[in-house]
């Protein structure tokens, strides 16, 4: 079993930055694919980013060149770091962890607001 705990989220205001993180507890950090996914008030949750265990990374559109997904197997964490946030980045974020069985945590918002 595979537990995730999301933090970092806040309220911040457009074009701040804020880094979220995802601690991993149970089982082996390392062979899982590691995401992050969002979901706004009304609307399906997305995929943000994901970061394979070779290291490939794959973003959304919408948050590339903005956002970064990091991982760091030695510390059962993966991160996304968030810059030039905008109001339609508010969300609350979740992070994945998938090796063909998914598992989620219990989310973190993230409110961009003047």
């Known amino acids: 079993q595979l537990q995730l705990v999301e933090s970092g989220g806040d309220l911040v205001q457009p074009g701040g930055s804020l880094r979220l993180s995802c601690l991993a507890s149970?089982?082996?950090?390392?062979?899982?694919?590691m995401g992050w996914y969002r979901q706004a008030p009304g609307k399906q949750r997305e995929l943000v980013a994901h970061?394979?265990?070779?290291?490939?990374?794959n973003y959304a559109n919408s948050v590339k060149g903005r956002f970064t997904i990091s991982r760091d197997n030695a510390k059962n964490t993966v991160y996304l770091q968030m810059n030039s946030l905008k109001p339609e980045d508010t969300a609350v974020y979740y992070c994945?962890?998938?090796?063909?069985?998914?598992?989620w945590g219990q989310g973190t918002q993230v409110t961009v607001s003047s």
């Open positions: 994945n962890a998938n090796r063909g069985l998914n598992y």
């Open positions: 149970g089982t082996v950090f390392s062979s899982y694919t």
């Open positions: 970061i394979t265990t070779g290291g490939r990374i």
